[in-house]
């Protein structure tokens, strides 16, 4: 049974930073394309950023130069830095495999940015 466990988010000003990370079970994460995807309050769940096997980084372009992504394979972790924050980077976080898999969906972490 694979699951995955975010952390990492809160509040914090426009500006600030955050760190958010994803453990995971049941599956190895090096082997698999990993991503973040967050959904903010009536929107559609997005993807932002992109892990592959081979460690590739893709962004979306809202979080491009701000966000990185990266990978602990000895900690089957994948974290997410956060810079630069803007309030319309508010929502709840997520990751799950690139392309996404229905029961492999978390709790997520909430970001909140304040202005």
């Known amino acids: 049974q694979v699951q995955l466990v975010e952390s990492g988010g809160g509040l914090v000003q426009a500006g600030g930073s955050l760190r958010l990370s994803c453990a995971g079970s049941?599956?190895?994460?090096?082997?698999?394309?990993m991503g973040w995807y967050r959904q903010a309050p009536g929107k559609q769940r997005e993807l932002v950023a992109t892990i592959t096997s081979f460690g590739t980084t893709t962004y979306a372009n809202s979080v491009k130069g701000r966000f990185t992504i990266s990978r602990d394979n000895a900690k089957n972790t994948v974290y997410l830095q956060m810079g630069s924050l803007k309030p319309e980077d508010t929502a709840v976080y997520y990751c799950?495999?690139?392309?996404?898999?229905?029961?492999?969906w978390g709790q997520g972490t909430q970001v909140t940015v304040s202005s």
């Open positions: 049941g599956i190895i994460f090096r082997i698999n394309a």
């Open positions: 799950n495999t690139v392309p996404s898999i229905t029961n492999y």
